[in-house]
């Protein structure tokens, strides 16, 4: 597992590979902490085109980045689910709560809008 984080266009984009599993999930969250720093209050895309596999305890920290995010007056979202992985966050419900999309282009369209603008 790896993430990497950046900057593009005022939002932080965190970017997940490989497999999120076990004892990796803590690791996980620490390194999302890391990443994003004290940016929550800007908009925050994760992005999971790279990412094989997420057990619960890693959905779990998505959902509360998403949740830390939306205290703050941020805007949290998720993009490139893979097949598998987003039948898992739409059982969860999670889907109801995070803003999913397909692609970061998608997704960084979305973000980049003011809440306003919504079409």
């Excluded at 939002?11 to 620490?30: K, N």
């Excluded at 619960?56 to 959902?63: E, K």
Aim: proline fraction near 2%; include cysteine; charge should be neutral.
């Amino acid at each position: 597992m790896k993430v990497t984080s950046r900057i593009r266009s005022g939002v932080t984009i965190v970017s997940v590979h490989g497999r999120v599993f076990r004892h990796r999930a803590e690791v996980f969250a620490s390194w999302i902490h890391m990443e994003v720093g004290d940016r929550y209050t800007g908009p925050v895309l994760l992005d999971a085109g790279e990412m094989t596999y997420i057990n619960s305890a890693g959905m779990v920290t998505i959902l509360r980045l998403a949740r830390r995010c939306a205290r703050h007056g941020g805007r949290f979202a998720l993009c490139g689910l893979g097949e598998g992985i987003d039948r898992a966050f739409e059982v969860l419900g999670f889907d109801r709560i995070i803003d999913t999309y397909d692609s970061a282009d998608e997704a960084m369209a979305a973000l980049s809008r003011t809440p306003e603008s919504h079409d």
